[in-house]
C-alpha cells in the first residue's frame, strides 16, 4: 500500500494477525512502514546506491522514532546513497577497524616482548628504554595506540624539557620514536605520528672536571678496587 503518511494514519494502522502490514511513502520515496502480526512496529528504508546494489536501512522502531524523525533520516541516506555511499559497508568496515584496534599498553607488551628483549643487549640501556616506555607512555594505557596524537606524544618531550632535563627528554624522545615506528611497520597504526616528534634540544658535552678533593677520593676509592681496576684508575689520573 502506498499514501502519503500522516501521524494521524499511523496511529491509526492496527495489526493484522494473519500477515504483516507495511506502508509506502509517498512523500519520502523508499520508506516503509511496517508492522508485525504481533503489532511491533518500524520504520525501513531501502535506496539503490549510485553505482552499487539496492540497500534497506533499518531507521528505528516506532513510536520511538516518529514520522518526522524517520523521513529526515532517509533523507540522509537517500543523500549519501546518490553521492555513491554505501553506509552498509561503511558501518561494516568500521566495525573490522574497531575491532583491529589495540590498546596503548597491549601494543607495547608486544613490543617489550618481541623487540627490546630480543633485540637489545642485556643491561641499563635496555632497562632504561622499557622503563622510559612504561612510565610515560602509562597515561595513555587505556586507550587505543590510533587514538594517540602527535601533540600528545610530543608534550611529553616538552614536559621533560621544561624541567631542564634536555639529555632525558631526547632519550624519551627517541625511545618513543622507536615504538610507534615499529607500530606503524607491524600494522598496528595506519600512519606513524611520531616521525615529525621534535627532540628536546642539542646536548652540551660535559666540561666540568673534579676538584682536587674529589681527586683525593677517588684515588682512595681505588684502593680498594682491586688489582685491575684499581690501578687502571691511579693511571687514568696521573
Known sequence: ????MTDRFIGSIKPNPSKRVEISDTERVGLRFRMSSKGNASWIYQKKIKG???RGNKLGTYPNTTLAEARSAALELQIKAERGIDVVEEAKESKKLIESQKLVKDVLDIYIKTH?????????S??????QLI???KPFFSKYLTEISRSELQSIIDTKQAEGKVVMANRICAAIRAFVGWSHRRGYIENDVSSALQKAGKEKS??????LEEVKAIWLASLKMGDLWGPYIRLCIL
Do not use: A, H, N, W
Open 1 to 4: 500500500m502506498k499514501i502519503k
Open 52 to 54: 552499487g546494489k539496492r
Open 116 to 124: 627490546i628483549d630480543q633485540e637489545l643487549k642485556v643491561g641499563q
Open 126 to 131: 635496555r632497562d632504561g628504554r622499557k622503563r
Open 135 to 137: 612510565t610515560y607512555l
Open 206 to 211: 660535559r666540561d666540568r672536571t673534579p676538584s
